[in-house]
């Protein structure tokens, strides 16, 4: 079957850094994005991965590792306003997304 | 209107009764897809289209139907509400396929008693 693993909740202090992985295994593999969601909002689009590697995009970098079916988020110099939970979802060989539980982040002054 | 928007924001509904969720979206994406989140599981599809008069179904379609008469909406219907349909459901909209960014709407808030 298909799988995405998350860390169901994590904690952090404001101003330090968090990395939020994410495994998983898929029947292919179309892309992994990255997204986050405010409680009671709508998920918002943070990256999107298709080579492995490093992507960065400010205080937020995203790594892949096709091989090891893995992949993290990394969040710097956080902030209070990064408290939400963070979404990993990968493209399947059907050209559907499946989505992890997510990963709650906790940031504490 | 500036994105995607859905309709009704949360309703209470009496299980064995109809109801449709509208979604419309002004960014002439061709793709659109319709998801609930459940506490603990992650989003999971229920249906999709990739463009307009196609359909598709999701991992979840049972008891859920959907049509796309034209770009702009993409409406799903409850034909006869169970309680385990009660979730929060999310219409979302990309310009082609997976490989793009889907952005949501709103969310409504469906309670099945």
């Known amino acids: 079957g298909q799988n995405i693993d998350q860390p169901t909740e994590m904690t952090a202090t404001e101003g330090a850094i968090v990395q939020i992985n994410c495994t998983y295994q898929?029947?292919?593999?179309?892309?992994l994005f990255w997204y986050q969601q405010h409680a009671g909002e709508a998920p918002t689009f943070l990256s999107y991965?298709?080579l492995d590697g490093l992507e960065e995009k400010g205080r937020f970098s995203s790594f892949l590792s096709r091989s090891k079916g893995y992949s993290y988020l990394l969040l710097k110099e956080l902030q209070m306003k990064d408290s939400a939970s963070y979404l990993c979802?990968?493209?399947?060989?059907?050209?559907?997304?499946?989505w992890g539980a997510g990963t709650k982040l906790i940031i504490k002054p | 209107i500036a994105g995607i928007t859905q309709a009704p924001t949360s309703q209470i509904l009496a299980a064995g009764r109809r109801m449709t969720l509208r979604c419309t979206q002004d960014?002439?994406?061709?793709?659109m897809y319709w998801y609930r989140q459940d506490l603990g599981l992650g989003l999971r599809l229920i249906h999709y289209?990739?463009?307009?008069?196609?359909?598709g179904k999701g991992e979840v379609p049972d008891g859920y139907s959907v049509s796309r008469a034209n770009t702009d909406d993409f409406p799903l219907t409850l034909a006869s509400a169970v309680p385990s349909q009660t979730s929060v459901y999310f219409c979302?909209?990309?310009?082609?396929?997976?490989?793009?960014?889907?952005?949501f709407g709103p969310g409504t808030r469906l309670t099945v008693l």
């Open positions: 979302a909209s990309s310009a082609s396929g997976i490989t793009d960014t889907q952005y």
């Open positions: 960014m002439r994406h061709n793709a």
């Open positions: 289209s990739n463009t307009a008069g196609t359909t």
């Open positions: 898929t029947s292919g593999f179309n892309g």
């Open positions: 991965n298709v």
């Open positions: 979802a990968v493209g399947d060989s059907n050209y559907q997304l499946i």
